[in-house]
T-cell receptor, first 114, second 109 residues
């Protein structure tokens, strides 16, 4: 099992450009998440998908959109990138939505917006 | 407000010394507490969960509801323990995991 995979690993954008970060999991998990990691701030939840067909905003959703394409895939889109979106983005999945469910993380995407 | 605080950004200890990474939380209810670890060039992974009451790689963490703390401890640090450690909280509803800012642990030879 590959677990949670993310593409691309690195990306440089100019302000105003758009892009989609891809995430896929092969663990048959129901719930998926997108986080951003900034120095000194830990991980902050951008959006999550409790189950296939549903998505909801997390702590910092502004400037992002998501699509739960199917049970395996959950993409994050930046419509008009801004320098404030320079960060490392992590996708994660969990079997369910119980508080005790472990989250499994992807390797991350390092995004720089110039 | 729901919050996880890790007061130390950096913790440096010698190999063989005891180590304690502090975590305090604020949550109105009974959350589940986790410790995640990120080794150099590796993805973030679960180290241990409060609910499992387990010891992983020699680490333990005790939930103190009175002090709202979930400190991570290891009696004898090893060089391979050097990593970034994140304390996390997950409440009812399960979806929103709140992470602390992280503590970078350096274990010196």
């Amino acid at each position: 099992n590959a677990g949670v995979t993310q593409t691309p690993k690195f990306q440089v954008l100019k302000t105003g450009q758009s892009m989609t970060l891809q995430c896929a999991q092969d663990m048959n998990h129901n719930s998926m998440y997108w986080y951003r990691q900034d120095p000194g701030m830990g991980l902050r939840l951008i959006y999550y998908s409790a189950s296939e067909g549903t998505t909801d905003k997390g702590e910092v959703p502004n400037g992002y959109n998501v699509s739960r394409l199917n049970k395996r895939e959950f993409s994050l889109r930046l419509e008009s990138a801004a320098p404030s979106q320079t960060s490392v983005y992590f996708c994660a999945s969990s079997e369910g939505w119980e508080p005790a469910d472990t989250q499994y993380f992807g390797p991350g995407t390092r995004l720089t917006v110039l | 407000a729901q919050r996880v605080t890790q007061p130390e950004k950096l913790l440096s200890v010698f190999k063989g010394a005891p180590v304690e990474l502090k975590c305090n939380y604020s949550y109105s209810g009974s959350p589940e507490l986790f410790w995640y670890v990120q080794y150099s060039r590796q993805r973030l992974q679960l180290l241990l969960r409060h609910i499992s009451r387990e010891s992983i790689k020699g680490f333990t963490a005790d939930l103190n509801k009175g002090e709202t703390s979930f400190h991570l401890k290891k009696p004898f640090a090893q060089e391979e323990d050097s990593a970034m450690y994140y304390c996390a909280l997950r409440g009812t509803g399960g979806f929103k995991t709140i992470f602390g800012a992280g503590t970078r642990l350096f274990v010196k030879a």
